[in-house]
């Protein structure tokens, strides 16, 4: 399974526009990429996932270059809210794989008022 | 509608106890996993069922771990002799599918063995 590489924590404040990036050089045909958000006490929660170039809803928006060996999730004007770790995860999509999320460390945003 | 609901949130033994965590899935979804997430990390795989069947349980610690899910709904993680270091927070998520279906999961029980 694809390993994934993202920072450790990101400060925002208000109203602002987060990228967050992640790195997954090995990542193979049938993989697609997927970003969770965990709240403290809480399990964590889908946001978005796509395959390439790009993905929106209504919470965020996933950019997937042509090389896919990085994405960035979007989150556009964030609130205190919004603060919480973010995971970005390889999930592969073939016939009777277990489809196991394999969960780095992730990214703890801070947003500030 | 209901989303995965796990029981007890909170759950104290000794060590050496037996205890038993509960995982009710969301209705209708085949794909049931159990996951464990210590202090400062994300979600460790533990076992993966499919219906009634254990189709991937590689994530399992050592022997005292078990799992059931005999209808293929209900899940019960079963954990002998526990020590210390099996405190975390015990997740459970469903899917309705294989291959990318959504995880969702649930809020997780706080185990902690003194």
């Known amino acids: 399974l694809a390993k994934t590489t993202q920072p450790i924590s990101m400060d925002s404040y208000e109203g602002q526009e987060v990228n967050i990036t992640c790195s997954h050089n090995?990542?193979?045909?049938?993989?697609?990429i997927t970003w969770y958000q965990q709240f403290p006490s809480q399990g964590p929660r889908f946001i978005i996932q796509g395959y390439k170039t790009k993905v929106t809803n209504e919470v965020a928006s996933l950019f997937i270059p042509a090389d896919r060996k990085s994405s960035t999730l979007s989150l556009p004007r964030v609130s205190l809210s919004d603060t919480a770790v973010y995971y970005c995860l390889v999930v592969p999509n073939y016939g009777g794989a277990t489809n196991k999320l394999i969960f780095g460390t992730g990214t703890l945003l801070a947003v500030q008022p | 509608g209901a989303g995965v609901s796990q029981t007890p949130s909170n759950k104290v033994t000794e060590k050496g106890k037996y205890v038993e965590l509960r995982c009710d899935p969301i209705?209708?979804?085949?794909?049931l996993y159990w996951y464990r997430q210590s202090l400062g990390q994300g979600p460790e795989f533990l076992i993966y069922?499919?219906?009634?069947?254990?189709?991937?349980d590689s994530g399992l610690p050592n022997d005292r771990f078990f799992a059931v899910r005999p209808e293929g709904s209900v899940s019960t993680l079963k954990i002998q002799r526990t020590e210390r270091g099996d405190s975390a927070v015990y997740l459970c998520?469903?899917?309705?599918?294989?291959?990318?279906?959504?995880?969702?999961f649930g809020p997780g029980t706080r185990l902690t063995v003194l």
């Open positions: 090995n990542i193979a045909t049938n993989d697609y």
């Open positions: 069922f499919q219906g009634t069947g254990a189709a991937d």
């Open positions: 209705s209708g979804h085949t794909a």
């Open positions: 998520a469903s899917s309705s599918s294989e291959g990318t279906d959504t995880q969702y």
